[in-house]
Structure formats: C-alpha cells, structure tokens
C-alpha cells in the first residue's frame, strides 16, 4: 500500500470516527449556515490548529491561514468573517518557533518566488538588545513583533467597526514549547 493510500484511509477512518462521535443535532446545529463568533488568522504551521483556542472549533471559528499569519495576503478572507459573517473578534495568533519569521530573517533567496512574495510582506526588526543572544530569542522577538505589527494593520483596517464597538482585534502568541515561560501550549495574549 502507497503512501498516499495509508493518508486516504486514516483520513476516512478518522472521519468514520467523527461522524461516530457526533448526533444528529451536532450536525444539523450548523447544517443551515455558520454563525462563528471569532475569525481567527493564523499560521499555516500545521502544529497551529483552532482547538488551540476552542475545544470544538466548528460553527464557533472562522480560521484562515498563511505563512506568517499577515492580513495583507489573505484581505479578502479576513473581510468575509468580519463583515459577511459579522464576528465581534478578530484573533491574530503568531506561534513558536515559526518558520516563516526564520526563514524572512535568514533571507528568502532560493525559495520561489511565490513563496519570496509572502515571505517579503513579513517584518524584520533588528532588535539591537539582542545582538549577544542566541537564535531563537531572535525568532521569538521577530515573531512577537509581526504579531503587534499584523495586529497594527488591521485595526487600521476595520478602525470604523473597532470605534462603534463591532469588533476587537487581538494579537496572541501560541507558546507550545513554553518559550515565554507561561507553560506549555498556552496562547498568550500580546
């Protein structure tokens, strides 16, 4: 059996196993439309999930994704969950040990140039009191900074709905290797 066969059938056992776990009113509480409170941006990573936040993420979360949780690659996704689907917050979650916050500070030469173009969005701070200290302080600071700064961009964004009360906008950092020292898988408000 290939690869590929092995991920199809975990992918349809791990579904036999939902449907399983769930009863008719878990499904048809959200078979007519979504009504989900929070829009969550956050990183593509893939140790990045929306369960970091809600236990049950369906109907409850509108999640979008990218390589370095920016609103300006994703407007139109970000738009539809605060004014389509009206949701009162907008979460930014920038993590730990993200690789697009690396790979934007060691530089993007050689990547293609669809991920360079993502990547050059991405801020980088010198922080000079870090000069003497190792990597992933710088990573962690990096990654800390783009989360203020992408929080920055959308609350000029949706200034008018943040004003009349609408929406908050929020910036958090997924700490699942406790760098910030608050213990391990916490999401840390920043």
Same mark, same amino acid.
């Given at each position: 059996?290939?690869?590929?066969?092995?991920?199809?059938? /975990?992918?349809?056992?791990?579904? *036999?196993?939902?449907? #399983?776990?769930?009863? %008719?009113?878990?499904?048809?509480?959200? !078979? #007519?439309?979504?009504?989900?409170?929070?829009?969550?941006?956050?990183?593509?990573?893939?140790?990045?999930? !929306?369960? &970091?936040?809600?236990?049950?993420?369906?109907?409850?979360?509108?999640?979008? /994704?990218?390589?370095? +949780?920016?609103?300006?690659?994703? @407007?139109?996704?970000?738009?539809?969950?605060?004014?389509? %689907? /009206?949701?009162?917050?907008?979460?930014?979650?920038?993590?730990?040990?993200?690789?697009?916050?690396?790979?934007? &500070?060691?530089?993007?030469?050689? *990547?293609?140039?669809?991920?360079? #173009? @993502?990547?050059?969005?991405?801020?980088?701070?010198?922080?000079?009191? %870090?000069?003497?200290?190792?990597?992933?302080?710088?990573?962690? @600071?990096?990654?800390?900074?783009?989360?203020?700064?992408?929080?920055?961009?959308?609350?000029?964004?949706?200034? *008018? %709905?943040?004003? /009349?009360? @609408?929406?908050?906008?929020?910036?958090?950092?997924?700490?699942?290797? +406790?760098?910030?020292?608050?213990?391990?898988? #916490?999401?840390?408000l920043v």
């Amino acid at each position: 059996m290939t690869i590929h066969q092995q991920l199809l059938d /975990k992918i349809l056992n791990d579904n *036999e196993e939902y449907v #399983r776990s769930h009863d %008719l009113d878990y499904f048809l509480g959200h !078979s #007519r439309g979504q009504s989900p409170q929070i829009t969550m941006l956050t990183c593509s990573d893939s140790r990045v999930s !929306s369960q &970091i936040i809600v236990q049950d993420p369906v109907n409850r979360v509108f999640v979008i /994704k990218n390589i370095g +949780n920016q609103v300006a690659t994703c @407007e139109g996704s970000l738009d539809y969950g605060i004014y389509h %689907l /009206k949701t009162p917050l907008l979460l930014i979650v920038g993590h730990t040990d993200c690789g697009a916050v690396k790979a934007r &500070i060691k530089g993007v030469r050689g *990547e293609p140039r669809t991920i360079r #173009r @993502e990547l050059l969005s991405l801020p980088t701070y010198s922080v000079e009191s %870090l000069q003497d200290t190792d990597y992933d302080q710088l990573v962690r @600071e990096n990654v800390l900074n783009n989360i203020r700064y992408q929080v920055k961009i959308a609350t000029g964004k949706y200034q *008018e %709905l943040i004003q /009349k009360d @609408e929406l908050r906008v929020v910036g958090a950092y997924y700490d699942f290797r +406790n760098d910030l020292g608050q213990g391990w898988g #916490r999401v840390v408000l920043v």
